[in-house]
């Protein structure tokens, strides 16, 4: 498996990558890569079968020890409730796409992304976002 862009043109690509396929070196320059965050509202439904109709999507980078990192806005995806329970549900860099779905991306996020490159299910809405 190729960690390798394969969809963005070779002038733009950035083709160094570390293990994990974030942070990149292009022209001798760092970029910050981000990935898509879909988030279901709190009390809607996010599982295998059934989602909410209305989805937010933020950003998140790496995280300090690997994984995905917080969302840029510092939208909490792993808040619990009380009981313990999520209060809402999540995909990294996935999703739920269709006509019954209506997905709102963080302004916030899109602010602080800057010129980061985006990857994920939903990656293109950022482009429609004054960033």
Do not use: K
């Amino acid at each position: 498996m190729s960690n390798l862009d394969t969809t963005t043109p070779p002038a733009e690509r950035c083709n160094e990558r570390d293990a994990m396929g974030w942070a990149c070196r292009q022209h001798g320059i760092a970029h910050q890569h981000l990935v898509t965050i879909e988030c279901s509202r709190p009390g809607d439904a996010y599982t295998l079968f059934s989602s909410g109709p209305t989805l937010d999507v933020h950003l998140a980078g790496r995280g300090e020890h690997g994984g995905t990192g917080p969302c840029l806005c510092g939208f909490d995806r792993h808040a619990r409730a009380e009981d313990g329970r999520s209060l809402i549900g999540f995909s990294v860099g996935g999703g739920v796409t269709g006509p019954s779905f209506t997905h709102v991306p963080c302004e916030e996020c899109a602010a602080a992304a800057g010129d980061a490159h985006i990857t994920g299910t939903h990656a293109a809405m950022f482009a429609e976002v004054s960033r």
